[in-house]
């Protein structure tokens, strides 16, 4: 266990498991093995006796994580998705109900649509946002976002699929959530990083309380 005072670099790792008991303790030994503190676990996904984990670990400046996901992948079925460092870990909870209170402030639609489109890209750490209703553009959030037209047609492919549409499952880099009493789609792009079913489904209820606080605001 690594010192207190000492340095230490924010991880956050994405790891594909097997489902199975005792698989999630064998990952937390292997990262303890380089002296790497667990300071937290989201549960993004389950499926067919995988599941993908995103653990917070605090690493000593001097441990590199190519050492970091080796020691992981001894693990027999365990693969790391995706490792990053960041400057603070977030709290997936605490955030999202955050969100949902900044939401509820806005005292006018405009502001409604553009804090929706901000608070969306930064709590997915996003590359962009989009609020499209029909194929006018309400508000955007980021250089990369798609041209208008380019998002009414990724709205109107996902709208197709009911488990796109209810958060069950979706493209990697594309997540989309309805506001349905306004024909809206919320749209969130990220390149390189899979969204994941918990951030789906949080992005469902991020645009129902928006959709119902644009309704009161109207």
Do not use: Y
Not at 20 to 25: C, E, I, V
Not at 51 to 73: G, Q, S, T, Y
Not at 127 to 153: F, H, I, K, M
Not at 162 to 185: C, F, I, M, Q
């Amino acid at each position: 266990m690594s010192d207190a005072s000492e340095p230490a670099t924010h991880v956050l790792v994405r790891v594909w498991l097997p489902d199975r008991p005792g698989a999630l303790g064998l990952v937390a030994s292997r990262i303890g093995a380089v002296d790497g503190d667990i300071v937290g676990i989201d549960v993004l996904e389950r499926g067919d006796n995988v599941a993908v984990d995103e653990f917070a670990v605090l690493l000593r400046k001097e441990i590199a994580l190519d050492l970091l996901v080796r020691e992981i992948e001894e693990v027999d079925g365990a693969s790391v998705e995706e490792v990053r460092t960041i400057d603070h870990f977030p709290d997936p909870r605490l955030d999202a109900l955050a969100s949902a209170h900044t939401l509820c402030a806005a005292t006018s639609v405009g502001e409604l649509h553009t804090t929706l489109v901000d608070q969306t890209r930064g709590e997915f750490a996003a590359d962009w946002c989009a609020l499209l209703r029909r194929a006018t553009l309400l508000a955007s959030s980021g250089e990369a976002t798609p041209d208008p037209s380019v998002l009414e047609a990724l709205a109107a492919g996902t709208a197709a699929s009911p488990r796109v549409a209810d958060g069950t499952t979706g493209p990697d880099d594309l997540a989309v959530a309805s506001l349905p009493d306004h024909r809206a789609a919320l749209l969130v792009g990220r390149e390189g990083r899979a969204f994941r079913r918990r951030e789906r489904l949080q992005l469902v209820a991020m645009a129902g309380i928006a959709d119902r606080t644009w309704a009161l605001l109207t």
